[in-house]
């Protein structure tokens, strides 16, 4: 028992150094984290991404939307080799976000994601976050 709670802890350590470096805009870690083999189911009207280079498309797609980008954790749950992860993004939309000219607006949103770990690295994620509230925060108001 004890080694696998030292297991959920070090996964969840390796979640927080995730959006840490995310934050630091250093996706080179993500080469270092995920598996090569590693799967990204979508949500919130996402395509599930196959691999770590499709994740990191698009996470530099919501950098170059929102260059100020930050994840904040709020609440990391652990059991097994799964880690749940709730969260607040917050970010200037500063570019265009999937055809939406950028606002200008600071914006906030939440999120929550599962990931499974395999050894030290990330095979799966599964996430939803509130995109509907992202949106009617960056859209311009209907005329």
Sequence with gaps: MAMAAASVEANKQAIRRLYDETNKYNLDFLDEILAPDFTSYGGAGFKDLHSPAEFKELTQTFMKSFPDLQFQVDELIGEGDDILVSG????????????????????????????????????????????????????PPPS
């Design 88 to 139: 607040t993004l917050s970010g200037t939309h500063k570019g265009d976000f999937y055809g939406i000219p950028a606002s200008g607006k600071k914006v906030v949103w939440t999120g929550c994601a599962i990931f499974r770990f395999r050894g030290p690295q990330i095979i799966a994620r599964w996430q939803e976050f509130d995109a509907l509230g992202l949106m009617a925060q960056i859209q």
